[in-house]
């Protein structure tokens, strides 16, 4: 039987809570713009695409203040982020009830996911800071028909800053709580045919809550070039190096971990990419791209005992060196002709992983593994005055593994008159299992089968003036999941998942003076076959977003998040299974003190400095942090 432990807040938390919501929603605001979207071979309005799609531009980046990705997606609807407890611990993204290794992340079209670590290829989102980010686009739904294997139930973009015509060199330096220190840097420029933009980071943050630490070195460019009439060039580069310490996951955290050593981790990564674009003509393109990523990690991991004396159930300590390196070549020809647009492409990718570790200071278990996929697509799509129409089929050729075929449909209708737009999408998607699950001596297993999916939405949207509603129901299934058999002890497929709800957002802006957003989503996530509920999965999740600009130069950001009780498992604490539900509130202000200096001050969890994440691990509760930001013109 689960025990679950209600959360109670105190009447002052409602009381305060209720007084923001009323006054955030009594200060209605600012609507989205509508943005090209990269959702499909074809960039689309987001006003037509009949994708779910979510989109963080430069300004509402600005307007956080935020210090890193983390902290951003916090305040973004519709995903959930799991923090290992304190900034710097392991973080990832959950969209719509799937696992996080089914949400790839990309840098402009690049994924960064890596399939050597033990959590089966899920993104560390704490090794992002945004350096250089332009805006992120975050797609729900399975995209594999674009993107291969690990777009599953979604797709994470990060698209980096264009080089412009007015040069200029920002600094930014900021301190804070927990003596949080951060510098930047950031340059872009335009120099006959070259366009360039820069960044470059560093932040260190001294212990949280209990022998927690955590640095991040991180630089990113970008560059374009027209080298002839119908041609042009870019390139982009990003690099990062992070070390974090903190309590190791599924130990209990600080609260309850038996051993109180910490797990310390050190990781970097090198991401390259070159784009080439050819127009022929009005209708037709040629594309090429390469890129190559390389991560490299050291991870030391003390043992997680269930009790003195430990039991089987106990987890031995790892310290491991994992390397993996993909090299991958597409090249695709784009034409589009009055309401009509095509693509197809071709795709070569290459991964090498490796893996060295030494268990509970005595057992070397090691694997070397590399794979090389082939896959081929294509898409159609037709815009007609009131309707979008758009199909897309692909097909991947994985060395060891049978052709995954991922097919999806999507098409909306506009009714001129009410201005109501209906959408919907269908997808199918696949993951190939991790290197660590394939070759990992101890629990891998080389007869592993990829993971499947199935996903369909449906939406309605509403724009009355500058207030807009949007509403979407979708429904998920997950087959052939990996998970742990501890009668054969090793990874083996026989999960099912059904994951369904709805996705809810009103907004309302008035130009830029000042904008409210309100969002709300409902989760329910099976796995089949048990009464186990999935783990850190939020039946509820939603929040108050606003932005109020009084007057020029003064801004203003708000953000009110409410997350719902989740299922979780501690292995020191079995019978404590359920992390209560938590409310935060983030307060960002900023003020011109002239043309080229501005000074910020952003604070986080104004009202609550006691909750749990996961079963013992605390958030370190209320942190504030200020800083300026300088703005040098390059003449």
Known sequence: ???????????????????????????????????????????????????????????????????????LFREIPFVHISQNGVTGGFSTATIRGGDPNFTLVMLDGIPLNDPTNILGGSFDLSSLSLDNVERIEIVRGPLSSLYGSEAMSGVINI??????????????????????????????????????????????????????????????????????SKGSLSLTTRYYSKEASGFPENGGGPLFSILRDPKQTDSNQVVLGINYLQNFNDWWRFKIDFDYTNHEEDASSP??????????NSLPSIVSHTTFDRTRARFGNQWER?????????????????????IAESFP????????????????????????????????????????????????????????????????????????????????????????????????????????????????????????????????????AITQGAEFE???????????????????????????????????????????QPRTGTSLHANLLVVGNRFDFQIPVPEIQIADGYTTVNLAVSQDLSRDLKAYVRADNLFNNDFQEFVGFPNPGFSIRAGLSYSVPLH
């Open 1 to 71: 039987m689960i025990q679950t432990r209600l959360l109670r807040p105190t009447t002052t938390r409602v009381a305060t809570t209720i007084f923001l919501v009323l006054f955030l929603l009594e200060s209605i605001l600012c609507a989205q713009t509508d943005v090209t979207v990269t959702v499909s071979a074809q960039e689309q309005p987001l006003s037509v695409t009949p994708a779910s799609v979510t989109v963080i531009t430069r300004e509402q980046i600005e307007l956080s203040e935020a210090a890193n990705i983390v902290e």
């Open 159 to 228: 698209l980096s800053r264009k080089g412009t015509a007015d040069p200029k060199l920002n600094l930014l330096a900021e301190y804070g709580s927990f003596d949080s220190r951060r510098a930047e840097l950031q340059t872009s420029g335009k120099t006959g045919i070259l366009r360039f933009s820069g960044g470059a980071s560093y932040s260190d943050l001294d212990e949280q809550v209990q022998q927690d630490s955590f640095s991040l070195g991180s630089a990113a460019f970008t560059a374009d070039a027209q080298i002839a």
């Open 303 to 312: 043992a997680v005992l269930d009790s003195i004396p430990p039991t089987s």
């Open 338 to 358: 009055k309401e009509l647009f095509a693509s197809v492409s071709l795709d070569i990718k290459v991964e090498d992983g490796f893996s060295d570790s030494l």
């Open 365 to 496: 278990s090691s694997f070397t593994l590399d794979r090389v996929t082939v896959g081929a697509g294509g898409e159609v799509g037709f815009t007609g005055k009131t309707f979008f129409l758009s199909a897309g089929l692909r097909r991947d050729d994985p060395e060891g593994f049978s052709a995954e075929w991922s097919p999806r449909f999507g098409g909306s209708y506009l009714f001129a008159k009410s201005g109501t737009r209906l959408r919907t999408t269908w997808g199918e998607g696949f993951k190939l299992p991790s290197f660590f699950a394939l070759a990992d001596p101890n629990v891998g297993n080389p007869l592993l089968r990829p993971e499947q999916s199935r996903g369909f939405d449906a939406g309605v949207e509403q724009q009355l003036g500058n207030l807009s509603f949007s509403l979407t129901y979708f429904h998920n299934s997950f087959h052939d999941l990996i998970d742990f058999s501890t009668e054969e002890f090793r990874l083996v497929n026989r999960s099912v």
């Open 506 to 548: 009103t907004r309302y802006a008035r130009a830029r003076l000042f904008s409210v957003a309100v969002h709300v989503a409902y989760l329910r996530a099976d796995l089949q076959g048990t009464d186990e509920p999935l783990r850190d999965r939020p039946k509820w999740r939603g929040g108050i977003e606003g932005s109020w």
